[in-house]
DNA sequence: TTGAAAGCGTTACCAA
DNA sequence: TTGGTAACGCTTTCAA
């Protein structure tokens, strides 16, 4: 079997076109000034070579690799993923290609990761959350590209931002909670400071439930985020043994809430009814879970979207410090899970 | 405000650390033989410059880019991530990067994406799923570079393989079905044939039944796939109002499964015992779901994994046109949503 | 262990 | 509309 060979290049297509290098270049990118049939000729001689354009060589020379990074905490998570969906496609007219990496909800993974990105010369980064280690910081600096911080709401921001406030959204969630007259409330969530945007929900809810004049102690962290349905089951009926008194509980996310809305059901609870049950995300499971579990949407794939157009804006303008803040809105969907009568 | 500055170069860090440009590449080699000093004195001067190497131009250089290429049909799949996530971790040790893109179960799109990702010029190439247009397959031949298909077992492999029947997985539930004394047997896919693999499942599945002396005349197809839990949910009622007698349905994925699973309680239909339901791929949800869901693992993490390590031994063999087939074995998962008493 | 020279395949720039 | 020349920032190769 023989080794791999070498694939052709510009020089070998225009050898066989019968013109330079140059007009191969050229006709490569629409825009350029070819004659139609010095194009075509380029074209046939190109496909019948197998040709295909080294983007690597063309980023050297150009200083545009056409490169965005993003990180996002994980890649098995729906939230995320809309919002990589709507920064795909909001970049897909401009032809950049997204260099993707997750961080597994570690800073010091994303510092590493940064720094394997930034070596393929991203023209933007794209980060999650705004937790990042100094050196991080630095990197992102230096790079001295467009920087967006999505899916939250830093008090430092690096740049740009494309977020909302995760506390603000959980507090939404207690107002609900009381105007539905609950009064014993508790809050399901991850162990460890790891995942930010769900320690900012749980210091959001348990302030607003001080706020509103009720106990704020019925709060289990459980497990390593991504919190998930198994641990979600296990969470609620610990919460449960500890406080029986308990009459609605948000989660840190859909997932664990309808872990935790199995599990009451296996123990022959209603919900609602014997418990009130809530998530967080707007996963489809939310909607089709029977009963429909009460959520809250951040419009994922939006924020993929704005971040995109702002993307677009900043390479535009060739300025890197923009420091623009785009919030985004959540919104409660109430549903069966949580309303009395 | 000021444009972005010129980041700074191997030159830049090797006239600070008093040294040649060519030291300074070694210095970033853990393999290279550098002096001990002359390292530190490197690494020092880098990082008060805040230089990163920059792979751009060491991959024209070296002709080695350090990057996979990996198609998948949709980001917002958690078996997909799952082997996305076997094939980032197998492939972590070698350094190598993951080039992603999503086909959107489309071929046309697959060509484009894979076009796009050739310019990067990646070290080797990981497709699902082994349906792919004439000149999709040309450009892999003409890359020369390792080519590993998987979640499938297709009948021209561009290369290796790493993958299953899913007409034979599909048929392992049909013999639980029979088992469990079901004969009234229906399937619910998505439309059309752009999902080869849930056509491939439907096929075995409809072979099956035929084999067993059963009708295979209860078939659905709804919605374009990937088909979600609201299509299941709407194909299922529509399933039951044409066949009423339908005693057990596996549906293409567990998602519509689980929205099956759904409708039919909210029709106040018990599962099991007035239906039963299967999916297919073990996500978390069908383990989860009241009653749990009966399903089919094809070990996705472990596919990734595989094609890693294939990956990592084609990579080294230094030829192109490896043929291995490795084949994952589907267990179906027996659970409570089809078992009688 | 270190350095100098010659590319890698493309595009920017200037000239024709 | 086309072509020549000189980078782009690194690594390979060879030499010291």
Chains 1, 2 share one sequence.
């Not at 076109?17 to 990118?29: E, I, Q």
């Amino acid at each position: 079997m023989p080794g791999r060979k070498r694939p052709p290049t510009m020089a070998d297509v225009a050898h066989l076109a019968g013109v330079s290098p140059m007009t191969v270049s050229r006709a490569f990118r629409e825009e350029a000034s070819v004659k139609q049939e010095t194009r075509r000729k380029i074209r046939e001689a190109a496909e019948s070579l197998g040709y295909v354009l080294d983007s690597t060589a063309a980023g050297l020379s150009s200083r545009k690799t056409g490169f965005v990074a993003a990180t996002i905490p994980s890649i098995n998570n729906a939230n995320f993923a809309d919002s990589l969906r709507g920064l795909t496609e909001g970049l897909a007219e401009t032809g950049m290609q997204i260099l993707l990496g997750y961080t597994d909800y570690d800073v010091a993974e994303e510092e590493r990761l940064i720094e394997q990105m930034l070596r393929r010369r991203p023209e933007a980064v794209v980060v999650t959350g705004g937790a990042h280690s100094d050196r991080c910081r630095r990197l992102l600096a230096n790079a001295a590209v467009p920087v967006v911080e999505i899916w939250d709401q830093p008090e430092e921001p690096l740049g740009a931002v494309v977020g909302f406030s995760n506390a603000g959204a959980a507090s939404l969630m207690v107002d609900h909670f009381v105007e539905q007259g609950y009064r014993n409330i508790g809050f399901i969530g991850g162990d460890s400071s790891r995942d930010t945007r769900g320690l900012d929900r749980r210091r959001g809810f348990l302030r607003a439930l001080r706020e509103h004049g009720l106990s704020d102690e019925r709060v289990l962290a459980y497990g390593m985020p991504p919190i998930t349905m198994a641990q979600g089951a296990e969470a609620i009926e610990a919460l449960r043994a500890r406080w029986p008194e308990t009459e609605a509980v948000m989660c840190v996310s859909d997932l664990s809430a309808f872990g935790a809305l199995s599990a009451c059901q296996r123990l022959g609870l209603k919900v609602p009814g014997d418990i009130a049950i809530a998530g967080f995300g707007a996963y489809d499971i939310a909607e089709h879970a029977n009963p429909p579990i009460t959520t809250i949407d951040v419009s994922a794939r939006e924020i993929g979207a704005r971040a995109a157009a702002l993307i677009i804006d900043l390479l535009e303008a060739e300025q890197s410090s923009d420091l623009s803040l785009v919030e985004i809105e959540p919104k409660l969907l109430a549903r069966a899970s949580t309303l009395k009568g």
